[in-house]
Nanobody, 115 residues
Framework: QVQLVESGGGLVQPGGSLRLSCEAS????????MGWHRQAPGKQRELAAT???????NYADSVKGRFTISRDNTKNMVYLQMNSLKPEDTAVYYC?????????WGQGTQVTVSS
């Protein structure tokens, strides 16, 4: 079955950095668009960043210039490098894999930005 396993979350001070990782299994990774969504307490889930199978990236305005999404098709991994973190980046971050009408979700990893 399809599994997306996130790691790398934690507590970081404002201005700090974190790198999230997501390992995928059960799919032909290279043909899937991958993404990171996030859900802050009391708010709707939102898209943070995506990367297509061809490597094209897209970012929410709120993270543009601070976050970088990347993928390694040889390892079935997708990453989210997060720099200059702000308290408003506090959320559960979910890895997604999408193709045509199917989207798979990971269980999420908590990121807390606080002093």
């Amino acid at each position: 079955q399809v599994q997306l396993v996130e790691s790398g979350g934690g507590l970081v001070q404002p201005g700090g950095s974190l790198r999230l990782s997501c390992e995928a299994s059960g799919i032909i990774f290279s043909i899937y668009a991958m993404g990171w969504h996030r859900q802050a307490p009391g708010k709707q889930r939102e898209l943070a960043a995506t990367i297509t199978s061809g490597g094209s990236t897209n970012y929410a305005d709120s993270v543009k210039g601070r976050f970088t999404i990347s993928r390694d098709n040889t390892k079935n991994m997708v990453y989210l490098q997060m720099n200059s973190l702000k308290p408003e980046d506090t959320a559960v971050y979910y890895c997604t894999a999408g193709r045509q009408f199917n989207t798979y979700w990971g269980q999420g990893t908590q990121v807390t930005v606080s002093s």
